[in-house]
């Protein structure tokens, strides 16, 4: 206790600031394929799997050609699975190559490959952005939460959002556990960049030990 927790909040995200889908190499915008690209990614990551393996694997995925629902629709169940092993995503490759094929083929028939049809479609509502991203085979509370962390950057009505994986680490820092005190204190920073960087505290406590101890 007695450190500057303005201070933590600084130096967590000026080590540690970078969100998941800048990781993955998609730059997002408010257009079909890079949200796409976060979707598949908030599917890979919801699993009980490393985030490294889950960013590497939708890396493969992209350098394989599958950057948006028609093209991993039309991909054999194989190439996916091939793509995923390529990036080290094993443990859950063939029932994740099953569910990113069915999650291409309902995006396009229901949203014509477009989830800023679905989200037109939840019309300002973040409760029903949330169920209906659950629509997706494999994609549940914790896949629509990382989805909406990182999209919020493009679709703003979505925040500020830090979800509880965020929160804890938020606690891990020693740090309040009230959204709102967090966003004093981070500034600036888009709550997009504070989440993810609270979110690598949660899950490596290498990151947790680095920060408080650029702190002292």
Do not use: C, N
């Amino acid at each position: 206790m007695g450190r500057d927790q303005r201070r933590t909040v600084r130096e967590l995200v000026d080590a540690h600031g970078r969100t998941y889908a800048e990781e993955a190499g998609i730059r997002l915008k408010d257009t079909p394929q890079p949200l796409y690209r976060l979707l598949v990614l908030a599917h890979l990551l919801s699993a009980r799997i490393s985030a490294s393996i889950a960013v590497a694997a939708a890396r493969a995925l992209s350098e394989a050609g599958l950057r948006d629902p028609r093209r991993m629709a039309g991909a054999t169940w194989q190439q996916r699975v091939d793509a995923l092993g390529r990036g080290g995503y094993r443990r859950y490759d063939e029932r994740t190559a099953t569910q990113l094929g069915e999650a291409a083929e309902l995006l396009t028939e229901r949203w014509g490959g477009d989830l800023r049809r679905l989200r037109d479609e939840a019309d300002g509502d973040v409760s029903e952005l949330r169920r209906l991203l659950q629509e997706f085979p494999g994609m549940g509370p914790t896949g629509a939460d990382i989805f909406l962390r990182e999209a919020q950057l493009v679709w703003p009505e979505t925040g500020p959002l830090l979800d509880r994986k965020a929160l804890r680490g938020a606690e891990r820092l020693d740090l309040p556990g009230d959204r709102d005190r967090l966003l004093a204190l981070a500034g600036k920073t888009e709550p997009a960049v504070l989440a993810a960087a609270l979110v690598r505290a949660a899950v490596d406590k290498e990151v947790a030990e680095d920060t408080l101890d650029r702190v002292g």
